[in-house]
């Protein structure tokens, strides 16, 4: 991912940039912006800056592709998977297990459905408190433009 923006402040080796939606956007809501269009249409974000740009710079700033999609498949795509295999699953261990007392399996696989969601929402909370800790996951000024 690659957008452009000016820096408002900096600070050991962090800048905090200004990104400005522009109009081939589409407003896809990938780099974190409002999808609806009715949001702001600047951003603030903070970005590690080991060039060294200054207040009112013009920057190119990215992210590693991999990392956003790591970070989307953890956020997204996990609970989900989850959700689905705790259905599927305690269906069929409900069906085993209480096969000769007449308690409904699905039940059983939707609570441990939801159960697992739950928890990989709450895992992915404190996944993402460390990622936002970690530069690694920070995006980059790689070009001072003005």
Same mark, same amino acid.
């Given at each position: 991912?690659?957008?452009?923006?000016?820096?408002?402040?900096?600070?050991?080796?962090?800048?905090?940039?200004?990104i400005r939606r522009?109009?081939?956007?589409?407003?896809?809501?990938?780099?974190?912006?409002?999808?609806?269009?009715?949001?702001?249409?600047?951003?603030?974000?903070?970005?590690?800056?080991?060039?060294?740009?200054?207040?009112?710079?013009?920057?190119?700033?990215?992210?590693?592709?991999?990392?956003?999609?790591?970070i989307a498949f953890? @956020?997204?795509?996990?609970? #989900?998977?989850?959700?689905?295999?705790?259905?599927?699953?305690?269906?069929? $261990? +409900? &069906?085993?297990?209480?096969?000769?007392?007449?308690?409904?399996?699905?039940?059983?696989?939707?609570?441990?459905? @939801?159960?697992?969601?739950? #928890?990989?929402?709450?895992?992915?909370?404190?996944?993402?408190?460390?990622? $936002? +800790? &970690?530069?690694?996951?920070?995006?980059?000024?790689?070009?001072v433009i003005k």
């Amino acid at each position: 991912m690659e957008q452009f923006g000016e820096v408002i402040s900096t600070g050991y080796g962090i800048a905090v940039v200004k990104i400005r939606r522009h109009s081939a956007c589409s407003q896809c809501g990938r780099c974190g912006m409002s999808m609806t269009g009715e949001g702001p249409v600047d951003s603030l974000v903070e970005v590690r800056n080991p060039l060294g740009a200054r207040a009112g710079q013009t920057v190119k700033i990215t992210m590693k592709s991999g990392r956003l999609l790591l970070i989307a498949f953890v @956020v997204y795509f996990l609970p #989900a998977l989850l959700l689905v295999t705790g259905i599927y699953g305690g269906q069929k $261990a +409900a &069906s085993v297990l209480f096969a000769f007392q007449g308690r409904p399996a699905e039940i059983t696989g939707l609570c441990l459905g @939801v159960f697992l969601m739950v #928890a990989s929402f709450i895992s992915a909370r404190g996944w993402d408190r460390r990622v $936002a +800790a &970690s530069p690694a996951y920070k995006p980059i000024i790689t070009e001072v433009i003005k």
